[in-house]
Structures are given as C-alpha cells and as structure tokens.
C-alpha cells in the first residue's frame, strides 16, 4: 500500500512539473538527491558498521544475554502468554536493547528474529498473534535513551551541539512507548 501511495506522489509531482515547466528543476533535483543520498550513506556507513560490530561482540559474548535478563524482568508481563524459555523473549530484549542504544539498524535483525520465533507460537498463522502485535508496538516506538545514530549525524552535519537532543529523544520515547502499551493493551483485549 505504501509503494502505491509513493508512485501515485512521484506521477503526481512528474505530471506537475510537466504542467509548470519546470521539468529541468524536477531532473536537478533527482540526480542532486541522488548524489546527496550517496555522500549521506558512505559517511554513515563505517558508524552504522561500527555499532553494529559492537552489537555482534556483544551478543558473542553473552553480554546481551546478561542485559536480556534484566530487560526480560520488565517485559514478561507485557508477554505473559510467552513461555519462560523461549527464544523469542531473547530476540525481542535484544532488540529492546538496541533500540535504547539508538541503533534501529541493529534491532532489525533481532526484531525479525523474534517475530519469526513468536510466529512459532501463533495457533493462527494466517493473522498476526497479540504477542506480535505487542511486539510491534513495543519496537516502533521503542525507548531510546542514546540516540547514537542521531548524534552521529548531527556531528556529520556539523551541530554545534550534537548531544543536545538526548534529553528530549528520552522522553519523547518514554512517553510514546507508554502510550503505545496502553492504546495497544486496549485494541488487543478483543482478540
């Protein structure tokens, strides 16, 4: 459904410029994005691959599993209907941990992991179990308390005060995760 809305902007704005005459500004601009886009990811990339190598000796050393137990005291009775043992509790506090570290790049993988695992559980494979649903909630509006991929692009746009937006990063998630949980908690009582 998004791609069709992205396509229907893209005719949209390529018919308008048609129209205006301003089809010269419309090509200066995909190839400016373009190249701006391209510059934006190879300053990005050796951060993102740093913190994710992190990520990785992390978790190969059990230190995500230590942080995964102490994570899992605060989401066991979001997913109660979990089993105690299962990998999916691992997954989603691992990507509860990369999220509060502010590496979105680096929760996909576990978030993916864990709605593979909690699909295990799901008696109805065909609709999305409220486990799945929770999860979802819990990781878009996922408690961020180092922004690092945000700091890192404010250095890279040269900021005069990169960390400045921690404390506001902080409680906007906090208060958006609080809200998610509710509303969420709320909407799944009918399944």
């Known amino acids: 459904m998004v791609n069709k809305i992205w396509c229907i902007f893209i005719i949209i704005g390529i018919i308008f410029s048609f129209i205006s005459g301003n089809t010269l500004k419309v090509n200066e601009t995909i190839v400016g994005s373009s190249k701006d886009t391209l510059e934006l990811f190879l300053q990005i990339f050796p951060i993102i691959t740093l913190w994710l190598?992190?990520?990785?000796?992390a978790f190969k050393s059990n230190v995500l599993d230590k942080?995964?137990?102490?994570i899992y005291i605060f989401i066991k009775p979001i997913f109660k209907s979990i089993p105690s043992n299962h990998d999916s509790l691992k997954y989603i506090s691992t990507n509860i941990i990369a999220n509060i570290l502010g590496l979105g790049s680096a929760a996909t993988p576990a978030g993916l992991k864990a709605m593979k695992s909690l699909q295990e559980l799901n008696p109805n494979k065909d609709v999305a179990s409220k486990e799945m649903l929770t999860f979802t909630a819990l990781n878009t509006s996922a408690v961020t308390i180092f922004p690092t991929t945000l700091i890192s692009l404010r250095i890279l746009y040269k900021?005069?005060?990169?960390n400045a937006t921690v404390i506001i990063t902080i409680i906007s998630t906090i208060i958006a995760t609080i809200v998610c949980l509710i509303t969420n908690n709320i909407l799944t009582r009918r399944l």
Not at 53 to 57: K, P
Not at 67 to 70: C, E, H, M, P
């Open 159 to 162: 900021s005069i005060n990169p």
């Open 67 to 70: 942080l995964s137990k102490v």
């Open 53 to 57: 190598g992190i990520m990785n000796i």
